[in-house]
């Protein structure tokens, strides 16, 4: 990724989901995204984009907006520096990893282009041609799920993701373990919904559909561990995945990682190392990125799978927003790596 002078624009750029998602920290309707574009000397553009989500991650487009106005005279003066010197560097000015991870994305996206190669033939020599991606399910009521949850099994998913700790879970995971059948794995999220005690009798009661996993059942690492220790189901942690000490911890069966959250793809993959260190699984996923963000979690997942399992991961989002071409369709529950130059996507 060597690069000279680093030229920076940024867009505002609004995406509304077709449904509101109901969480556990609040409904999603719409997402709002910095697209940035980096152009080096000569004339080649890479772009990203940051996609912070306040409600869930405390970080707000205003900050996102201004860190990225920093980080522009910082490029702007660059000299001789390669893509991890310009994050580096970015990141002395403001250490922002939703704001660093546009920009890391869009320095891959720029040495994809100018050497033709796809951003995963970047990371690896062998990048697995495709990825498993869940379903997620956003009806908060039982029949919607169970609809939803039956049309993604038409589909070819094999792994749906349910939303809990939002009110009536255990009727709304039979209802849709009822319409998958035994075979397809139900994955549940609570975003940290409960404390200790609360996720150990709610884990338990949600146990007899058969999870795959249970994902943030209460935040902290403390906490996760002991909810770990008391229960059969395997944890996974996503939120949490943000603490200091959190990815070498050893103390869930898998963890989420985000490109927003690591600052970026190189982020990510060192981040995957120390999972993968610990004994515990990884996947991926975003809060609901654009497409941007998105293909840079199926690069960097495709990377990864060529060296070791890649659980299921959270991608399969691009087809919930509105008037959006979905440039990562899913068939048969799996996204295909883009072959094209750089992320292989166009924003927006
Ligand atoms: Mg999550």
Redesign the pocket.
Known sequence: MGDQRVRLTVERQTLKLRKPLETAFGTVARRELAIVALTGEDGVTGYGEAAPLEAYDGVSIERVWQALQDYQPVLAHSREMNGAQLVDACRQVHDLPTALAAIDMALWDRAGRRTGQPVAALITDKPVATIEVNATLTASDRAGAAEEAAQAVRQGFSCLKVKVGIGDDNGRLAAVRAATGPHVALRV?A?GAWDVDEAVRAIDAMASVGLELV??PTHGLQAVREVRERVAARVAI??TAAEHGALGAGVADAV?LKISRCGGIAGLLAAATLVRASGAEVYL?STFDGPLGVAAAVHAAAALASRGPVAPC?LATLSLFEGVEDQLPVHEGRISVPLGAGLGVTPG
Do not use: Q, T
């Open positions: 999220d975003n994902e943030e996503d939120e989420c996923a959270g």
